[in-house]
């Protein structure tokens, strides 16, 4: 009698399990962005109401399953990038392409700030037309807007497949907190970005 009562509960769990995946898969949608140091782009995203989580990760290069010293030497083609789980009922895409924008030079080619290489490379990586179509009106704003005097590098290309970055790595502003925020402020992107946008 045990033995089923437990095999029902593992049942059950199971069920739950996975209609919450299917859930979830329904409900939230993705987003890709590349912005040099992923350690730098999860804070502001998992600040904004309706994103679910940041995930840092690699993509846009030429080998599998990449590890973090692979994809650091710029030889395998990856960015470091987040993905943006969000709740499109909440937050919209084009608050996401915003939020971005304010967050990056993207005006540095191949560079971000005191990080240096491919892999640090600013890049929009769209899931469907609908997103494609969004980043590319948001760039062409930006560039209007004359904000920056200089060309915008940012490219937008179909994302390729996601592959999540080490454990360490994920949420490293919250695990180590004084490492992070002396990183940002030596790196120089904290001060750009308070030049840059201090008016709005």
Not at 45 to 56: C, H, K, Y
Request: hydrophobic residues 35%; aromatic residues 14%; glycine residues 6%.
């Amino acid at each position: 009698m045990k033995s089923v009562k437990v095999l029902l509960l593992l049942l059950f769990i199971s069920c739950t399990a996975i209609e919450s995946v299917e859930i979830m898969e329904g409900k939230y949608e993705k987003a890709y962005f590349a912005g040099g140091c992923f350690w730098c782009m999860e804070p502001p995203f998992e600040d904004l109401e309706g994103v679910i989580e940041a995930t840092s990760g690699y993509m846009g290069g030429t080998v599998e399953n990449p590890s973090y010293e692979e994809v650091t030497t710029g030889e395998t083609g990856h960015a470091e990038v987040v993905e943006i789980l969000f709740d499109p009922e909440i937050v919209t895409y084009e608050e996401l392409l915003e939020v971005f924008w304010r967050n990056i030079d993207p005006t540095a080619l191949n560079y971000q700030f005191a990080d240096v290489g491919s892999q640090y490379r600013t890049e929009i990586f769209t899931v469907g037309s609908e997103q494609k179509n969004l980043a590319e009106k948001s760039k062409n704003d930006l560039v209007n807007s004359e904000k920056f005097n200089k060309p915008i590098v940012t490219a937008i290309s179909d994302a390729p497949e996601f592959y999540i970055a080490e454990e360490y790595h994920q949420d490293f502003y919250k695990k180590q907190s004084m490492r992070y925020k002396m990183y940002a402020q030596a790196s120089g992107r904290k001060g750009f970005l308070e030049e840059t946008w201090k008016e709005d």
